[in-house]
């Protein structure tokens, strides 16, 4: 079965600073991965996903995830943090096939220090 | 931009009573879900549901869910006698018709928060 591990439940970064959210994910065969964010009382907004090719892959407001099959992971990047970053964010591993569903982490919630 | 919408936003019921959540997924969208997320937890996949059956649902999808695409454009979940432990947001989700680029991508929802008392 299909599993994320967001090994990071809390994570204060001061504005400026760079900022990486790790991401492990268990998946037999060649995985669909995501990175979610949800701000207090929203939904779910997609900041990026990888499905093949490059493996650096960008997406919104900024964030880039690189995929390493090697250490199964799908860590998530952001060179230079706003207060409004301040989420919590969710990696997903989607299954391939017809009877498709996403597997989500536990989250990982950022606080952004003035 | 075409987007997911749910009704209510918050819904507050009495244990034991019957709750109806309702979607309109994306207009030329062909699967459709269901995930929940119980306060400070994670985001937990229900149901998956395409051509007017479940394709796959979880351990936690009982004989309490149901789901049901009553019409052209609306989804729905229902609780028919709902329990504490029922409280959490719920989010409805669909995804392009296989063979489009958006396949995979699953747009959300903003979510029902629902509660039970």
């Known amino acids: 079965a299909q599993s994320v591990t967001q090994p990071d439940i809390h994570i204060t970064v001061s504005e400026g600073a760079s900022l990486e959210l790790r991401c492990n994910y268990s998946?037999?065969?060649?995985?669909?991965l995501f990175w979610y964010v949800q701000s207090p009382g929203q939904g779910l907004q997609l900041l990026l996903k990888y499905f093949s090719g490059d493996t650096l892959v960008q997406g919104i407001k900024g964030f880039e995830a690189e995929f390493k099959r090697s250490q199964s992971s799908f860590n998530l990047r952001k060179p230079s943090v706003h207060w409004s970053d301040a989420a919590e964010y969710f990696c997903a591993v989607g299954s391939g096939g017809s009877n498709y569903k996403l597997t989500f982490g536990k989250g990982t919630l950022l606080t952004v220090n003035p | 931009e075409p987007e997911v919408t749910q009704t209510p936003s918050h819904q507050v019921t009495q244990m034991g009573q019957e709750v109806i959540l309702r979607c309109v997924p994306i207009?030329?969208?062909?699967?459709f879900y269901w995930y929940r997320q119980i306060l400070g937890q994670k985001v937990e996949f229900l149901v998956s549901f395409y051509n007017n059956e479940i394709s796959e649902k979880s351990e936690i999808f009982d004989d309490q869910f149901s789901v049901e695409r009553p019409d052209g454009s609306n989804f729905t979940l229902k609780i028919r006698s709902t329990k504490l432990e029922d409280s959490a947001m719920y989010f409805c989700a669909s995804s392009a018709p296989t063979g489009t680029s958006g396949r995979n991508e699953q747009f959300f929802g903003p979510g029902t928060r629902l509660t039970v008392l």
């Open positions: 207009s030329n969208h062909l699967y």
């Open positions: 998946y037999g065969a060649t995985p669909y």
